[in-house]
C-alpha cells in the first residue's frame, strides 16, 4: 500500500520535475502533468502485476522506461501546446525509471521472502 502510494506521487512529480529541466518537453499545465503521471503510475502498476517476478528486473524497469517514454512523447498530441521531442522523452522515461528500479528489487525482495516461510 505504502508503495502504491510513493508510484502515485512519485511519477507525477517526476514527469513535473523533467517539464522543469528539459527546454524540449512542456506541458502547458499542471493538470495535464498530473494526469499524464497517473496514468504512468497506472499503466506501470498493471505492468508490474503481470511481469515483475524474480530475474524479470532488468527486463521490467527497461519496459517502465520504454512505456513511460511513450506515453510522455504520445501525450504531446493530447494537450494543446504541449510538445515532446523524442529525445526528452527518453530521459524523463530514464528520469522515471530510476527509481521504479530500486522499488522493483525492493519487491522482488519481498516476494522473495514471503515464498521462503
Same mark, same amino acid.
Not at 5 to 16: E, S
Not at 100 to 117: K, L, T, V
Given at each position: #500500500? @505504502?508503495? $502504491? ?13 523533467? %517539464?522543469v529541466?528539459?527546454? %524540449?518537453? @512542456? @506541458?502547458?499545465?499542471? /493538470? ?12 506501470? $502498476?498493471? #505492468?508490474?502485476?503481470? #511481469? ?5 528486473? /532488468?527486463?521490467?524497469?527497461? *519496459? %517502465? /522506461? *520504454? ?10 498530441y493530447?494537450?494543446e501546446?504541449?510538445?515532446?521531442? *523524442? ?19 525492493? *519487491? ?10
Open positions: #500500500m @505504502f508503495m $502504491l502510494l510513493i508510484k502515485f506521487l512519485l511519477v507525477p512529480a517526476l514527469v513535473g520535475l523533467a %517539464d529541466m528539459m527546454a %524540449d518537453l @512542456f @506541458f502547458p499545465t499542471a /493538470w495535464s502533468i498530473v494526469l499524464i503521471g497517473l496514468a504512468l503510475a497506472a499503466v506501470g $502498476l498493471f #505492468m508490474e502485476s503481470a #511481469m515483475l517476478r524474480r530475474g524479470t528486473l /532488468w527486463l521490467t524497469t527497461a *519496459a %517502465d /522506461w *520504454a512505456v513511460a517514454a511513450a506515453g510522455i512523447y504520445l501525450a504531446q493530447l494537450f501546446g504541449a510538445y515532446v521531442s *523524442a529525445v526528452a522523452a527518453l530521459l524523463a522515461g530514464g528520469l522515471i525509471a530510476i527509481p521504479e528500479y530500486f522499488a522493483h528489487r525492493s *519487491a522482488i525482495e519481498r516476494m522473495s521472502r514471503r515464498r521462503r516461510y
